[in-house]
T-cell receptor
Framework: EPEVTQTPSHQVTQMGQEVILHCVPISNHLYFYWYRQILGQKVEFLVS????????KSEIFDDQFSVERPDGSNFTLKIRSTKLEDSAMYFCASTGLAGSYNEQFFGPGTRLTVL | GQQLNQSPQSMFIQEGEDVSMNCTSSSIFNTWLWYKQEPGEGPVLLIA?????ELTSNGRLTAQFGITRKDSFLNISASIPSDVGIYFCAGPGLSGTASKLTFGTGTRLQVTL
């Protein structure tokens, strides 16, 4: 069964460093998302992406964040200068035709630890 | 913004028992989704609901879309150890196709033998 994949599974970085999180959405999906989950809390929306541009973003998604679809399969989240409070699980999701684009399928996540 | 509150916050049950959990919203949703998350993993979609009053099953799981469109419940029958995890309700925004999901606060389920 097709699935969303994410790499790396765990990223440790120093405060102020740039990180890039990688995702490969399900191949025939058209809408892509990033969410994050701080330990013990609920999943929070960061950004959605469609047709090579951001379609919606949350207050969390400030100028330090950017997304890119560099080729036909990858979808990346870049954090330019990481802060301690960026430590969280980051999930990529995608959706296609199923359920009129409402059924989002999530990857296994990247655990980001900022020291 | 839209908020989803889930109850109970956590449940400790014995294997074989039935489970019921609830999700309520401050505003109307046109779609309700139920996800399960296991430790260190991403949310896995369990059930999707699209019509007010709709009752949908997936194996031992049954979910209903409330008539008011502001609530949903999830039942698990005859629980087993692998049901352990956090169950989240979620709903897409009303801004259009493929909107962001708002997640509930979650119900943590523990199953003892």
């Amino acid at each position: 069964e097709p699935e969303v994949t994410q790499t790396p599974s765990h990223q440790v970085t120093q405060m102020g460093q740039e990180v890039i999180l990688h995702c490969v959405p399900i191949s025939n999906h058209l809408y892509f998302y990033w969410y994050r989950q701080i330990l013990g809390q609920k999943v929070e929306f960061l950004v959605s992406f469609y047709n090579n541009e951001i379609s919606e973003k949350s207050e969390i998604f400030d100028d330090q964040f950017s997304v890119e679809r560099p080729d036909g399969s990858n979808f990346t989240l870049k954090i330019r200068s990481t802060k301690l409070e960026d430590s969280a699980m980051y999930f990529c999701a995608s959706t296609g035709l199923a359920g009129s684009y409402n059924e989002q399928f999530f990857g296994p996540g990247t655990r980001l630890t900022v020291l | 913004g839209q908020q989803l509150n889930q109850s109970p916050q956590s449940m400790f049950i014995q294997e074989g028992e039935d489970v019921s959990m609830n999700c309520t919203s401050s505003s109307i949703f046109n779609t309700w989704l139920w996800y399960k998350q296991e430790p260190g993993e991403g949310p896995v979609l369990l059930i999707a609901l699209y019509k007010a009053g709709e009752l949908t099953s997936n194996g031992r799981l049954t979910a209903q879309f409330g008539i008011t469109r502001k609530d949903s419940f999830l039942n698990i029958s005859a629980s087993i150890p692998s049901d352990v995890g956090i169950y989240f309700c979620a709903g897409p925004g009303l801004s259009g196709t493929a909107s962001k999901l708002t997640f509930g606060t979650g119900t943590r389920l523990q199953v003892t033998l």
